[in-house]
């Protein structure tokens, strides 16, 4: 009897090509439903030929390191936001869910230090509410941002602001690590070592951005800078389900995202499921 060309890896990775179709041809809906048939060929037109500033700077500049990345899609507003230099995902309107959801949240897990990575040009975190009791840090990658964030905001004894990339920098040991709309522009493996500068630091809560994965898309790996849907409950990344809070955080047409709430010791138990062995930070 001749063996059937249908084994599990084959039928396995068919599923993948599927969803992934299946993923694109949904955002091609989205897309069209807010900007119209006519922006959309436009931007076909514009990633068909290499014409995306943005794009065309992950190409140019992501091997000279994330610090020059960064800092070349700041300088040049290649996100293209004039409210914000850090998207439009940073703006007032935008924020809207998780500004309200914060306090709540800062509160409930008893937050006295904030560490806000990255923080971006402080646009939309400027309007939190944050607990009278509450210091908050501010850091980036981007030395420019940072100097205009002093200079544009101050800082007193309950918000200082600075330079640290979350990828290889030691991370300070507070009771929240706040790191929303950062990890999507991340290679996997600079994603796997936030998380182990995380769980190293031994602060208490990461609060961060995971896609809502309905299409079953599967995590594919990029140059940092770049983007990509991410969806941290799945393989590579394994991190529990049970989560101490989650926060809707996206507005149409954008992929449907939250930002969820894991202790520590959760993140610990997702890296050592990836034989990634976490010492604390003496």
């Not at 330079?163 to 040991?173: A, F, N, Q």
């Not at 929303?180 to 951005?209: P, Q």
């Amino acid at each position: 009897m001749p063996k059937s060309k249908w084994s599990p890896v084959s039928i396995f990775r068919g599923r993948k090509m599927v969803n992934k179709a299946k993923s694109f041809y949904l955002r091609i809906l989205r897309f069209r439903a807010t900007y119209g048939i006519l922006e959309m060929v436009k931007r076909s037109y514009v990633l068909m030929f290499g014409l995306d500033p943005y794009k065309n700077a992950v190409k140019a500049y992501s091997d000279d390191g994330n610090a020059v990345i960064f800092s070349k899609i700041y300088d040049s507003n290649l996100w293209k936001t004039k409210e914000s230099r850090s998207g439009r995902g940073s703006t007032i309107v935008y924020t809207e869910s998780i500004r309200h959801a914060m306090p709540s949240i800062l509160r409930t897990y008893s937050i006295k230090y904030f560490l806000d990575a990255p923080c971006g040009d402080f646009n939309w975190m400027r309007a939190v509410d944050f607990p009278d009791d509450c210091v908050y840090f501010g850091v980036d990658i981007v030395q420019k941002m940072i100097e205009s964030n002093r200079t544009k905001y101050g800082e007193s004894d309950k918000r200082r602001f600075g330079v640290l990339d979350i990828t290889c920098d030691p991370i300070p040991r507070v009771d929240m690590v706040f790191c929303r709309d950062c990890l999507f522009h991340l290679s996997l493996e600079d994603i796997f070592k936030f998380l182990e500068n995380f769980a190293k630091s031994e602060s208490k809560f990461l609060m961060t951005s995971t896609h809502k994965n309905r299409d079953g898309f599967p995590n594919s790996d990029i140059k940092s800078g770049d983007f990509r849907v991410i969806d941290l409950f799945s393989e590579p990344f394994c991190l529990t389900s049970d989560v101490l809070a989650r926060v809707d955080d996206y507005q149409w047409p954008d992929p449907e995202r939250e930002m969820c709430v894991w202790s520590r010791e959760a993140v610990n138990t997702a890296l050592k499921h990836n034989g990634r062995l976490i010492e604390a930070a003496v």
